[in-house]
């Protein structure tokens, strides 16, 4: 094998791996993009019922939490446990708190 096409495979292979990477990187993005956005748009004394609505409708199925007094939604990133949520908490019908949570 000559000496260019050595340097060729390389440059390819590192042309891959930065694909690879920088693939991966967006997903986790989106993924943290998506859990702070639904937790943004969530004030604290609003109705709950609201919150687990749009819960219902956001996501995977699979990675939803409802309970009377709390919500959980989550978004995978690309690693295997890797999750970004949002945690929704209530008490008496009305939102106390939504904080964003990354799992990896």
């Known amino acids: 094998m000559v000496r260019g096409e050595i340097v ?3 440059l390819t292979f ?7 990477l920088i693939w ?3 997903i986790e993005e989106q993924a943290e993009r998506q859990a702070r956005a639904f937790c943004e748009d969530i004030r604290a004394e609003q109705p709950f019922a609201a ?3 749009r819960a219902r409708t956001t996501g ?3 990675l ?3 309970t009377d007094d709390r919500v959980l939604v ?14 929704v908490q209530a008490k008496d019908g009305q939102v106390v708190a939504a ?5 990896d």
């Open 24 to 26: 991966a990187w967006s």
């Open 74 to 87: 989550a978004f995978k990133g690309i690693a295997a446990f890797s999750r970004h949520g949002c945690e």
């Open 51 to 53: 919150v687990v609505e």
């Open 99 to 103: 904080r964003y949570l990354k799992v």
């Open 64 to 66: 939803r939490i409802i």
């Open 14 to 20: 590192a042309a891959v791996a930065a694909g690879v």
């Open 8 to 10: 060729a495979r390389w």
């Open 60 to 62: 995977d199925h699979r």
